[in-house]
């Protein structure tokens, strides 16, 4: 509404410029007593098209304020919420297929079996895992998309800062039991529940030991 007042007085306008002048060529002594109706013209018409410019732009602003919010807001949705909606639906499957497959082989190992190779290293141990390998396990588990790790070059913000969290006497047991079971002690600053619990089945014993060495190596942890 705003654009279409401000287009018909600025029309106007230009019109009574070229109606003026060619009256002014053509008729002795014009404007005459007219002047003043012809100034007030002007003055009436000039504020329309200024006024109802600085509002046109107004509603511009309001619009480009509004979009840029909405798309935010589709933003955040996006990053926190689907990848922890995707990964609970995923890791509700492996939980399944793991449970069918002990029910299978007649539940749990002996006691006194083997563990398994990169199995969970033993409280204030060092890594037995390859941390270079472990970078890659980083990327594909999608680990800097929410968290900031600078050895990894993410910049996540949905999750703790990996650089700041961990302390000097975290050791790889712990950093285990943040990975596998995440949601153990609520961090302070992040909401209960937003990291999947389920990567102690979606990646191997050898991934698992790989991302913790990587981890625990590039961390105030090992350092």
Known sequence: MN????????????????VVSFLGL???????????????????????????????????????????????????????????EEAEEEGSEVEEEKEDAEAE???????GGEPEAGGEPEAGGEPEGNAEAGAQVFASA?????????????????????????????DPAGIREMIVEPNAEVIEGYPEGI??????????EEELADLIAFIYENSPAGK
């Open 26 to 84: 053509k008729v002795k002594n014009f404007p005459g007593r007219f002047f003043p109706l012809v100034v007030i013209w002007f003055v009436v018409f000039v504020g329309g098209a200024t006024t109802f410019s600085v509002l046109h732009a107004q509603d511009l602003d309001a619009e480009k304020a509004a979009e840029f919010a909405h798309e935010n807001e589709k933003i955040e949705e996006e990053q926190t919420s689907e990848p922890f």
């Open 142 to 170: 999608g680990c800097g998309s929410c968290h900031t790790f600078a050895a990894a070059g993410s910049t996540g913000s949905v999750g703790p800062d990996l650089d700041e969290s961990l302390a000097p006497d975290d």
């Open 3 to 18: 654009e279409t007042l401000f287009y018909i007085c600025g029309i106007t306008l230009a019109v009574s410029a070229v």
């Open 195 to 204: 990291m999947p619990g389920n990567f102690g089945e979606t990646l191997s």
């Open 105 to 111: 082989a007649g539940g749990e190992p002996e006691a």
